[in-house]
């Protein structure tokens, strides 16, 4: 990330989000990304998934500048390259778990998206809640069938924003767990936007976001 | 499988409930398109095929009053085979009992084209030949049933006697007049003289059928070689005119109320497309975080209005393809030439007209779709559709030239067309409008009772008021256009009508027929006025051919018209400009004409017209103008000339009577038994046959308009169900704070009869609006409100807001507030 920047224009005037920020992360390391409520992670999260587009400034993604890719380019590239994991989970309610999980792959032609869709939520120990619906799951379920979502096709970035926002202690301490294991076994970069300074140390490094600056 | 593909399979599993509305509409929609496309070309294929039989023949030469020379007729066996019957209007006499009947006589040739069906069963040939000296006659079953006669019995005819030997079953050629005066009697031409009624002056019309071998331009070959005759030449193509005058209106009737519902459907659509793609904005974020592409979402939905449309194409199929046969009966009861089948053309045309309609209005909601935010997932707990953009609405120009195409094909004028363009341009941004004022105006005035205001503030009210308003107006502009077709025959005539048309009272009896009318207790009104049979040529000696027919007017230069002269200004129909002649005025022949036929082509006093009479042309110079009143069926004339040639040309007078209803079979009596061959026109026996065929119009149209609507009502229940959410959060806030379901059914019942008069009074103003523009200044007919289906519409406004705010909003009323809570 080169100079990013990020306004945007409210009835109030411009507001910066984010100011000139400049960071690399590399191929398989894990980032926290902490700051206080409107301080600009989840814009920072946004950005790096091509779900918003910066005001100034340029990312690379292995080796492309996200800038000269279309919308669809980019969301063929979140299909294949880039997982998200969302604090509400995000999973379609009139779709069964496995359904959910293979979305990803299906949008981006696979023909065996169902086997492999089955076959990691049995990895995830959710073999027998495949043909659940979301609301017949519980709260960490449901994140632990949003997050084989997130890792079905494989991606090289996993973005994940207070993935256990919505969860009990335990059943968040499960699913960060997972995270870190699946992140590893994949040597996928993660970037893991949190309040939670704990799960943050989890992570190789930290970056902490004050007023939408990088502080050291 | 296609990704697209998968999302559609899914989104059929998961959420088919929430297309039924919009579907339901399409599908009324398509099936009054249908129907009336599929209407529209059984007539044509009716008048195509038996407008051969209905003619008579390949041509038809009429003239009035005489029959054409000996060396002309040879002239027409010449160009084929040749049939020539007499048609005139004549008393039929059994005893005491005498009935007026339109008489034809027909020569050895006839029928040319189709066949003459007899009950009991026997040739034409042998029931009219004479048999012990007295000829045969066939007749309609109506009148062997007013005679009380059966086959065997005699009837009088002028002085010949009659044997009725059979009932005419069918007829070929009587679709070519759809209102008779009496049922049909036939007789041999051969018998014509013996009755004594075709003496100089008489109204009778003489025509030659001719069927070709050869083809060609018969009309010109004909014109050529007898330049000077005042001929009425018809083919093929013009058989049936009065038919086809009939057709007409109530056609373009049937082209606004199958737009108008393909439009309303349309708007179904479109509301319930937004709706639906508003509900499903949150997957459609989710997809596009998930990598999905818009080319495969714009797919998944794209198919899925395609679906729609195959759906709702093959129910609408279904339901309109039995509709022309169960009419056939209808249109034949009253000789429509209607030929009821399956024809692949009008489905072709609503095919693609509802694909248009279909692709255009729910296209629009999908562009905002397709720009749905999918960062919104991040952001927000609602997410929405993209905005809209101008470029959105683009899809409107191929659904808009779909419909002006749909209504050319259906034989719409370009008039019409027209008004249907601005219709489909103008009613939704009119509607909208109109009722975005009204929300205005309730926000700048309204501050009491709170809960309605703040009802009516609401976003969705915009949208409710308009679609009910337009539902509405099309309901009583549909109501209102149909009413006056009825009532343009039937309305204003039984208070004013005369009791009796007198026809073809000799000159020479005149005077006798005034004594005895005169003398009969409770005969009044008595008026009576020479009568020929003359055809406009030239105005200003410019052939009328070459000028062109302003709309409502142009039927005085179609064919022959009633004429008169007269010494005085005949009551009923005052002067409006310039003065009527002196009593014994011998000078050029001057004319009064009507006014507004004056006006239409622009005719004023002192101006040239040249009228053929008899054969023989007449110039006369219009001395006066006067103001017909044509409703009430006085007697009336066009024309009035001036005492001078035409005084001495043979004719004879028509009168009308006034005589109480109780006294009129008395008086009917009276007057038959002294003058036999003066023919007699119950007035109110023919406005009973009228009356009969305009229950049956009047039922179709209500059905017609009622399935409009129904569609409306549909499109009004998906815009209330739209607000569905909102107005369950705000049911719940309310009950928070205290209002009891009684009260919220009360703020609810408030609201919706307080929008439906609202759009009542609009629908009133814009319906009313329409049906006259459509009615007067389009087809050029004569308008009037109809104020029982106006308030009706007012009635049905309230009604059917109350009934779709409730369904709508019968989930938010019933809706608890704990599990409402403990689920956010």
């Excluded at chain 1, 960071?23 to 301080?39: D, H, K, L, N, Y």
């Excluded at chain 2, 009939?246 to 049937?254: G, H, K, M, V």
């Excluded at chain 2, 194409?313 to 249109?331: H, K, N, S």
């Excluded at chain 2, 005589?659 to 009917?668: D, G, H, T």
Aim: net charge positive; charged share 20%; with cysteine.
């Amino acid at each position: 990330m080169e100079n990013l920047s990020l306004h945007l224009t409210s009835d109030a005037g411009e507001i910066n989000i984010l100011r000139k920020l400049n960071f690399t992360v590399g191929r398989g390391e894990s980032v926290g990304i902490t700051g206080p409520s409107g301080s600009g992670k989840t814009s920072l999260l946004l950005l790096l998934a091509g779900l918003e587009r910066p005001s100034e400034g340029r990312i690379e993604f292995s080796g492309t500048d996200m800038a000269s890719l279309g919308e669809d380019s980019l969301a063929e590239l979140r299909g294949r390259r880039i997982g998200i994991v969302f604090q509400s989970f995000h999973l379609v309610p009139s779709q069964r778990a496995w359904e959910n999980v293979a979305l990803p792959l299906e949008l981006a032609g696979a023909g065996d998206a169902e086997q492999r869709a089955r076959h990691l939520l049995g990895e995830l120990g959710l073999a027998d809640r495949a043909d659940h619906f979301p609301s017949q799951l519980s709260g960490g379920e449901q994140q632990r069938v949003a997050i084989a979502r997130a890792v079905a096709a494989d991606p090289v970035l996993l973005l994940a924003d207070e993935p256990t926002g919505n969860l009990d202690q335990r059943n968040g301490t499960r699913v960060m767990d997972l995270l870190f294991s699946l992140q590893e076994t994949r040597n996928a970069t993660f970037l893991l936007v949190t309040h939670d300074s704990t799960l943050a140390a989890r992570c190789d490094r930290i970056l902490q976001l004050e007023d939408g600056r990088l502080e050291a | 499988m296609d990704a697209a593909l998968l999302l559609l399979r899914r989104e059929l599993r998961d959420h088919q409930g929430a297309m039924w509305v919009p579907l339901l509409a399409l599908v009324l929609g398509i099936f009054l398109i249908g129907t009336i496309a599929s209407l529209n070309a059984a007539t044509r294929a009716g008048l195509a095929l038996q407008g051969r039989a209905i003619l008579g023949g390949d041509f038809e030469v009429r003239q009035i009053y005489r029959p054409v020379s000996a060396e002309q007729i040879a002239f027409f066996h010449a160009l084929g085979r040749t049939s020539g019957i007499i048609e005139m209007r004549a008393m039929v006499h059994r005893g005491p009992a005498a009935l007026l009947s339109e008489l034809k006589a027909v020569d050895e040739a006839y029928p040319l084209a189709g066949t003459v069906t007899l009950s009991p069963s026997m040739t034409l040939a042998e029931a009219l030949a004479r048999r012990d000296g007295v000829p045969g006659a066939v007749a309609d079953a109506l009148l062997f049933e007013r005679l009380h006669a059966r086959p065997g019995d005699e009837i009088q005819v002028g002085a010949q006697r009659f044997v009725l030997r059979a009932r005419l079953v069918d007829e070929p050629d009587r679709a070519a007049r759809i209102f008779a005066l009496g049922p049909r009697l036939m007789i041999g031409a051969s018998e014509m003289a013996a009755t004594g009624l075709a003496q100089p002056g008489a109204l009778a019309y003489y025509s030659y059928r001719i069927v070709t071998a050869s083809g060609g331009d018969f009309r010109a070959m004909v014109q050529r070689a007898y330049p000077g005759e005042a001929w009425r030449i018809r083919d093929v193509s013009d058989a049936s005119e009065g038919t086809r005058r009939f057709l007409r209106d109530f056609d373009a009737f049937l082209v606004v109320i199958g737009i108008a519902s393909l439009m309303l459907g349309g708007m179904g659509l479109f509301i319930g497309m937004l709706r639906y793609l508003e509900k499903r904005a949150y997957t459609i974020a989710l997809l596009r975080c998930l990598g999905g592409r818009q080319g495969q979402i714009a797919r998944c939905y794209g198919l899925l209005l395609v679906l729609l449309w195959v759906v709702a194409l093959a129910c609408g199929m279904l339901l309109a393809i039995p509709v022309p046969f169960l009419l056939a009966p209808w249109a034949e009861q009253y000789h429509v030439p209607f030929a009821a089948g399956f024809y692949g053309f009008p489905w072709v045309l609503t095919a693609t007209t509802s694909l248009a309609v279909i692709l255009g209005a729910g296209t629009i909601p999908l562009f905002r779709a397709l720009r749905t935010e999918p960062a919104q997932l991040l952001r927000s707990r609602h997410i929405q559709l993209g905005h809209a953009r101008f470029g959105d609405y683009l899809p409107f120009v191929p659904l808009l030239a779909a419909l002006a195409g749909a209504a050319h094909f259906l034989g719409a004028s370009p008039r019409l067309v027209l008004g249907i363009l601005l219709l489909a341009l103008g009613s939704a941004p009119l509607f909208l409008g109109l009722a975005a004022s009204i929300r205005g105006l309730a926000a700048r005035f309204l501050k009491k009772p709170v809960l309605l205001r703040q009802a009516l503030l609401r976003r969705g009210t915009t949208r409710i008021i308009a679609i009910l308003g337009l539902s509405l107006s099309l309901f009583v502009g549909l109501t209102q256009i149909g009413g006056n077709l009825r009532t343009i025959i039937a309305a204003s005539l039984p208070a004013r009508a005369p009791s009796f048309y007198f026809l073809d009272i000799p000159a020479d009896m005149a005077a006798r027929f005034d004594r005895a009318v005169t003398g009969f207790t409770g005969a009044s009104d008595l008026q009576r006025l020479p009568m020929l049979r003359g055809r406009i040529t030239r105005l200003q000696d410019i052939p009328v051919e070459r000028i062109v027919r302003p709309a409502g007017e142009g039927w005085v230069l179609e064919g022959d018209r009633g004429i008169t002269w007269s010494r005085t200004l005949p009551p009923g129909a005052p002067l409006t400009a310039g003065r009527w002649w002196a009593p014994d005025y011998q000078g050029p022949m001057l004319v009064s004409l009507d006014q507004d036929v004056a006006k239409a082509f622009n005719l004023k006093i002192g101006d040239r017209i040249t009228v053929a009479v008899l054969g023989r042309s007449f110039d006369a110079e219009i001395a006066n103008l006067r103001q017909i009143q044509w409703s009430g069926l006085a007697m009336n004339f066009v024309m009035v000339f001036s005492p001078g040639p035409l005084s001495a040309a043979p004719q004879t007078d028509i009168a009308t009577v006034r005589v109480p209803p109780a006294r009129e079979a008395k008086f009917l009596e009276a007057i038959t038994s002294q003058f036999p061959n003066v023919s007699v026109v119950h007035v109110r026996e023919v406005l009973d046959q009228v009356s009969q065929m305009l229950g049956a119009l009047r039922n179709i149209i209500l059905i017609l308009s009622g399935v409009a609507f129904l569609a409306g009502l549909l499109v009004l229940s998906g815009a209330v169900a739209a607000e569905q959410a909102d107005r369950r959060y705000e049911a719940i806030l309310f009950k928070i704070m205290g209002a009891s379901e009684r009260r919220l059914v009360r703020l609810y019942a408030a609201e919706f009869l307080f929008l439906g008069l609202l759009a009542g009074l609009l629908a009133l103003g814009v319906g009313l609006t329409a049906a006259f523009l459509f009615t007067h200044t389009l087809l050029g007919e004569p308008w009037r409100i109809q104020w029982d289906s106006a308030f009706l519409a007012v009635i049905l406004g309230l009604a059917a807001s109350l009934l779709a705010g409730f369904a709508g909003r019968w989930r938010a009323l019933g809706q608890k507030v704990a599990p409402y809570l403990r689920n956010e």
